[in-house]
T-cell receptor, first 114, second 117 residues
Framework: AQSVAQPEDQVNVAEGNPLTVKCTYS??????LFWYVQYPNRGLQFLLK??????LVKGSYGFEAEFNKSQTSFHLKKPSALVSDSALYFC????????????FGTGTRLLVSP | EAGVAQSPRYKIIEKRQSVAFWCNPI?????LYWYQQILGQGPKLLIQ????????DSQLPKDRFSAERLKGVDSTLKIQPAKLEDSAVYLC???????????????FGSGTRLTVV
């Protein structure tokens, strides 16, 4: 069975500082990995996705994520946080092939202080 | 392109009442998903349609939840009768047949927030 763990309920960072939101996964084979962001009263918005190739994936709004197969991790990063990055972030995994479903982590709330 | 449309945005009902949610996916998207997001948890798949057919409904509480997708386009999710624990945001998403292998994977709607009192 697939699963995703986001060990931090909340991450606090000052504006301008780098941020990291952690994610580890468990799935057989080589998965697709995703990060989504959710603002209040909004649906989930796609940030980035790992399929194959370069372990560093660049996405929307300056975010990037590093895929580490040996540690089964897919941490979200941004070199310089903005107050507007404050939101709820979800990591998700999907198996390849077939009728894929996304399995989400429990989410990490990111608070960026001015 | 237009996004995934959902209605209503909010709904408050009493327990044991019934409720229905509507979803209009992105035009041409063959696959439609309903997810349930309980406060403090990640979204959980309830049911997945491929065109008119159900692909996965293993986590749908079939004694009270039902869903249909007529003509392979719009979909309706119904709860009857509702329980307090059904309070959640119900998210609809759609994708091409490539599913999560496609460019952006899924596109999510804004969701319907259900409160059962």
């Amino acid at each position: 069975a697939q699963s995703v763990a986001q060990p931090e309920d909340q991450v606090n960072v000052a504006e301008g500082n780098p941020l990291t939101v952690k994610c580890t996964y468990s799935v057989s084979g080589n998965p697709y990995l995703f990060w989504y962001v959710q603002y209040p009263n909004r649906g989930l918005q796609f940030l980035l996705k790992y399929i194959t190739g370069d372990n560093l994936v660049k996405g929307s709004y300056g975010f990037e994520a590093e895929f580490n197969k040996s540690q089964t991790s897919f941490h979200l990063k941004k070199p310089s946080a903005l107050v507007s990055d404050s939101a709820l972030y979800f990591c998700a995994v999907s198996p390849r092939g077939g009728f894929q479903k996304l399995v989400f982590g429990t989410g990490t709330r990111l608070l960026v202080s001015p | 392109e237009a996004g995934v449309a959902q209605s209503p945005r909010y709904k408050i009902i009493e327990k044991r009442q019934s409720v229905a949610f509507w979803c209009n996916p992105i035009s041409g998207h063959a696959t439609l998903y309903w997810y349930q997001q309980i406060l403090g948890q990640g979204p959980k798949l309830l049911i997945q349609f491929q065109n008119n057919g159900v692909v996965d409904d293993s986590q749908l509480p079939k004694d009270r939840f039902s869903a249909e997708r007529l003509k392979g386009v719009d979909s309706t999710l119904k709860i009857q009768p509702a329980k307090l624990e059904d309070s959640a945001v119900y998210l609809c998403a759609s994708s091409t047949t490539a599913g999560t292998g496609g460019g952006y994977g899924y596109t999510f709607g804004s969701g319907t927030r259900l409160t059962v009192v």
